[in-house]
Structures are given as C-alpha cells and as structure tokens.
C-alpha cells in the first residue's frame, strides 16, 4: 500500500520519470511569468499613457524618462509572458530562456525602485521564486 502511494506522488509506475512536484513547480514557474509579464506590461501602458503617475526622482544614477521606462517594460512584458507560454512545454531551452528573462526582470526592477519602490520589489521577489523553481525544479521534468 506505501508502496502504491509512493508510486502515485512520484509518478512512478506510469512510464513517467518524472517527479509531480517537480512538473507542478515548473507549471507554477510558467504562471508566475505570465504574471510578472502582465504586471510588467500593465506599468508598461501606465508609464506611457499617464506618465505623471510615476513620480521622478532627482538625482538618481539611472535616471530614464518615465515614458522610456514604460516601453522598457512594455517589451520586457511581453517577451516575458511569451515565454511563460513556452515553460509549460518543459523544454530545456524554455526552461533556460525562463531563467533569463526572469533575471533580466529582476535587473529591470531594480533599476525602477526610485520610481516605484513597492511594485518593484514585488516583481522582484516573484522573479527570484521563477528562477528558483525552474533552477531547482525545472530540468527534473521530461522534456
């Protein structure tokens, strides 16, 4: 019987070697980037559109014209989102492109906390549990 329940969590027995947790991290991971994606393309469209809503800070090392920071984010958006599409299909350069990505997100945000200091680290956090989940997780699933 522990037997059977051991095989069920694993997936074992079905010709399948890959763990279930391992696949439901990997699906949480494509979620999270289509998330992070439409967050980034939501700020994207606000930045553009009402740029006065973002306030300026003076002085900063990476200062960028609020309506430059929108399409920044609009884009990084929507290759995100695209490629939280592409994780659930469990290949391997998927998978690498999802590290990326949410990597080049994180940077992105970072560079946006003068502007935005909430929602940054936010997008932020949400990047770190991708590239955590697809890192640690990601490769166990068959491609």
């Given amino acids: 019987m522990a037997e059977q329940r ?3 969590e694993t997936g074992a ?7 279930r947790w391992a ?3 990997t699906v949480f991971a ?3 980037m289509i998330i992070v994606g439409v967050f980034h393309m939501a700020a994207g469209l606000v930045a553009i559109i009402e740029n006065k809503f973002f306030v300026v800070t003076a002085d900063y090392l990476y200062a960028f014209d609020v309506t430059g920071w929108g399409w920044i984010h609009l884009i990084v958006g929507l290759v995100v989102l695209l490629a939280g599409f592409a994780v659930f299909s ?13 990597g080049l997100s994180a940077i992105a945000n970072f560079l946006f906390l003068p502007y935005y200091p909430l929602w940054s680290l936010l997008i ?6 991708v590239i955590w989940a697809l890192a640690v997780h990601g490769w166990k699933v068959k491609a």
């Fill in 6 to 8: 051991a095989q069920q």
């Fill in 13 to 19: 027995g079905r010709g399948d070697s890959s763990p």
């Fill in 124 to 129: 932020i956090a949400l990047d770190v549990f």
């Fill in 30 to 32: 494509g979620i999270m």
């Fill in 23 to 25: 696949s439901g991290f």
């Fill in 90 to 102: 469990g290949r391997l350069w998927a998978l690498a492109l999802g590290i990326v990505l949410a």
